[in-house]
């Protein structure tokens, strides 16, 4: 199996190279993925797989293969791009200004078209059914993984297990990483309106600077973080925006801050919440202020299955090589691949694309992301064995 398989990556790497390409120069923003949708179910159309509309641009393909019920793994890329204005000069460029695919969610589509392709061919010599997911919709809160599951995509067939990748632009192309447990935070979004009461600069006693109040609550703020959590767990506050005031002689009315709250542990991350309410409303209401608090629920935390992450691991060994196979560094980046591995057990792991030789090396979000199209013919190739091969 691992042969064919192999060998099918290898005979159609040009084709899904053209794809990718196809993609990279047609983005589109989150929620708004329509011609890719319909790419998508062009392709599945044409490898004759039957499929199902979700979340309105997402593609739910199944493949059923010999005893399809015996065993049930879904197989996740995500869709959508990103508000960036691309900067390679490269043949398959964004044909769409300002949108551009910089976080190599076109990779991932086509990484899963090319396993769908691959799984399809074959699928009379492995048992069991793969559920193709194909998500819109990640860059951007809600989440399209959170609609999906709504709308019932982890039922009917039931899959016992899901996996998807990511590309690593920090990681040598012909290479994996995998890690079991937490590997990446949750995502909260802070919105704070500081109320005070503007006045003349020189008559600080007739006004409440909100300012200061302000200024107090970021420290405040940032001795939660260093005082009430454990120091070995992972966790992150930033204020990112501080916005009040236009001139040297006016004390304004209010502030208005934004921040990111982020967490690996669950519980931590819910306590934090009720922290971050207490110091706020009590700290600006002692400086004689009102407040306004939001805080915006985004990703969960990620958490690779152990079990199924070592399996995984030992699938991409067979694969590439124990030299190939590396272990996926924490980070407090978020993804809402969380979702499904939250209700069933996931492996999120990651694809090698960087190539220094070649000057491949720009990280994720930035204009000059790219990849070493060398990556899709492994990246299909692995997410096809895993579907084939997973108990
Ligand atoms: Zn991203
Ligand atoms: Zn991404």
Known sequence: MLDKIKSLSHQYAAEFIEIRRHLHAHPELSYQEFETSKFIQQKLTEFAIPFEIKATTGVVGLIKGKNPAKRIIALRGDMDALPILEENEVSYKSQNPGVMHACGHDVHTTCLLGAAKILNELKHEWEGTIKLIFQPGEEKNPGGASLLINEGVLENPSPASIFGLHVHPGLAVGKMSFRPGKVMASADELYITVKGKGGHAAAPHLCVDPILIASHLIIALQQIMSRNNNPLNPSVLSITAFNAGSTT??????????????????????????????????????MGGEVDLLIDVGYPSLYNNEQLSELAKEKAIAYVGADNVEETEKRMGAEDFGYYSQKIPGCFYRLGVMNTAKGITSGVHTPTFNIDEAAIEIGMGMMAWLGASIE
């Open 249 to 286: 002689n006016v004390i304004p009315n209010d502030v208005k801050l934004k921040g990111t709250f982020r967490a690996m542990d669950e519980e931590w991350r819910f306590k934090a919440h009720g922290l971050i309410r207490n110091v706020t409303e009590n700290l600006v209401k002692s």
